[in-house]
């Protein structure tokens, strides 16, 4: 799992690129909290290079949802791969989740 | 047509990269389609690593075995360890519409591979835990089931 973050306006993009397994969700989960620390407020996912998520990415994206939920802040994953969807649908996330289709419309989503 | 193999693993998780190896040569040799695979290796994926992390608190190098059978009809993983006794099937299900805020850590793993296969079973022999999994494949490789 490798991750490359920018900024566009207030908006902190976080692109994730592999599997978010266990040692893939260390990795992220180090990184955004922090991010979340730092005290960014707007942040938008980018899961179109994610092809795999298990139980621990999806702990790990709670624990993001929450803490932003939390401060008032904004998550928008964009990207997310019919698999990977399927496992957020599964453990009951994706309707607590704003999930949008591309980066593009994520971006178009904060500015509403 | 049956395939069958043995695999013996250490108590590492990194030791999953050589289970989802093996189980993605067997589904392209075996033409089972990308969604049954990545529902076959999120399965293995969590109850490997719940063994490799929780079935030995002493730490300490042990083995523990995974036998995979694939047949036209269904795929099965029986997993053995001699760790601790841990049955996945009394594991509390997760409230999955509780607040994201409420939600607690861990059963989520089990949660997810009790919806993906087709079944799962315990038993405590002896001294191991046995975990059998099945995975039919003639149904729809998308069904979810309640």
């Known amino acids: 799992m490798t991750l490359s973050e920018e900024k566009e306006g207030a908006i902190l993009i976080l692109t994730l690129n592999g599997k978010i397994d266990m040692e893939g ?13 730092a ?3 707007s942040i938008l996912l980018d899961f179109t290079e994610v092809p795999y998520i298990n139980s621990s990415g999806l702990h790990a994206l709670i624990l993001v949802a929450n803490r932003l939920t939390k401060s008032g802040g904004t998550l928008i994953l964009a990207g997310v791969g019919e698999q990977v969807y399927k496992a957020l ?18 971006l178009a989503t904060f500015s509403e | 047509m049956t395939e069958q193999t043995t695999l013996i693993l250490r108590n590492d998780v990194a030791e999953l990269e050589r289970v ?3 189980v993605s040569d067997l589904c392209t040799r075996n033409s089972l389609p990308p969604e049954t695979e990545y529902d076959l ?11 490799a992390k929780h079935a030995y608190p002493g730490g300490g190098e042990h083995h523990f075995s995974v ?30 519409d509780a607040p994201l805020e ?4 861990g059963g989520l793993g089990i949660f997810l591979v009790r919806q993906i296969m087709t079944s799962i079973e ?7 835990n046995v975990v059998i999994m099945r995975k039919k494949l003639s149904e729809p490789p998308d069904q979810i089931h309640a």
């Open chain 1, 25 to 37: 969700a260390r990795v992220f989960g180090e990184r955004i909290v922090q991010i979340l620390d």
């Open chain 1, 39 to 41: 005290g960014e407020q």
């Open chain 1, 89 to 106: 649908k599964i453990s009951g996330l994706a309707p607590m989740l704003t999930i949008q289709p591309t980066r593009a419309d994520a």
């Open chain 2, 20 to 22: 989802i190896g093996f």
């Open chain 2, 41 to 51: 290796n999120l399965a293995l994926d969590e109850m490997i690593t719940n063994v």
């Open chain 2, 67 to 96: 036998h995979i059978s694939l047949s036209d009809e269904e795929f099965l993983a029986r997993i053995e360890d001699d760790g601790v006794a841990f049955n996945p099937i009394d594991h509390p299900t997760p409230d999955l």
């Open chain 2, 102 to 105: 409420v939600r607690k850590e």
């Open chain 2, 122 to 128: 315990y038993a405590r022999v002896g001294e191991k």
